[in-house]
């Protein structure tokens, strides 16, 4: 199974800031790696995929890089509706399909 | 609209069963693998099941195997997730995601609450 480690748990900052949030994956996943978006009571919102490409309806602020067992998630300049909790998750080697334990990007 | 719609949950006695659906909306429902995701209370999201498009292959989690059975009807749209055995760590709020370039879309959950 891949574990995938997502790096810091909870990271602390202001409207305007950049965001960079960390995942990591225990063998290589390829570019086979997507990023979710979850607000408290909502259902998670896909944000990228294939490690680098933005879903559909994703602003430009949001991007992604990294392959093999390294990725990122920048936030370029927080708005306020992205204080949230950030997942990273990987669909290469399956199954399971696996999930990083979460990265809350808080105030 | 792309949707889907979860239903099922509720609270049910340990070792007790329970089937959740997961109607699907404005897509080609029977061209898309389709996944259940988990999340109890205050944790992480755990991936659960998946079904082929066509239910020729389906996978579980370790945690659920021999309890769980995902299948779904092409014909009404609708994905199952038939849970049996059900244990306290079974709480959660069960999603279903269409399986596209990760999982692309999510239904709005239904929450199961195994208790006596």
């Known amino acids: 199974e891949i574990v995938m480690t997502q790096s810091p748990a909870t990271l602390s900052l202001s409207p305007g800031e950049r965001a960079t949030l960390s995942c990591r994956a225990s063998?290589?996943?390829?570019?086979?790696l997507a990023w979710y978006q979850q607000k408290p009571g909502q259902a998670p919102r896909l944000l990228i995929y294939?490690?680098?490409t933005r879903a559909t309806g994703i602003p430009a602020r949001f991007s992604g890089s990294g392959s093999g067992t390294e990725f990122t998630l920048t936030i370029s300049s927080l708005q306020s509706e992205d204080f949230a909790v950030y997942y990273c998750?990987?669909?290469?080697?399956?199954?399971?399909?696996?999930f990083g334990q979460g990265t809350k990007v808080e105030v | 609209q792309v949707r889907l719609v979860e239903s099922g949950g509720g609270v049910v006695q340990p070792g007790r069963s329970l089937r959740l659906s997961c109607v699907a909306s404005?897509?080609?429902?029977?061209?898309?693998?389709m996944h259940w995701v988990r999340q109890a209370p205050g944790k992480g999201l755990e991936w659960v099941a998946i079904?082929?498009?066509?239910?020729?292959?389906?996978f579980y989690a370790e945690s659920v195997k021999g309890r769980f059975t995902i299948s779904r009807d092409n014909s009404k749209n609708t994905l199952y997730l038939q849970m049996t055995s059900l244990r306290a760590e079974d709480t959660a709020v069960y999603y279903c995601a269409r399986a596209y370039n990760g999982m692309d879309v999510w239904g709005q959950g239904t929450t199961v609450t195994v208790s006596s």
């Open positions: 998750q990987q669909y290469n080697n399956w199954p399971p399909w696996t």
């Open positions: 079904t082929w498009h066509d239910e020729s292959n389906k």
């Open positions: 063998q290589s996943v390829s570019s086979n």
């Open positions: 294939g490690a680098s």
């Open positions: 404005g897509f080609t429902f029977s061209s898309y693998d």
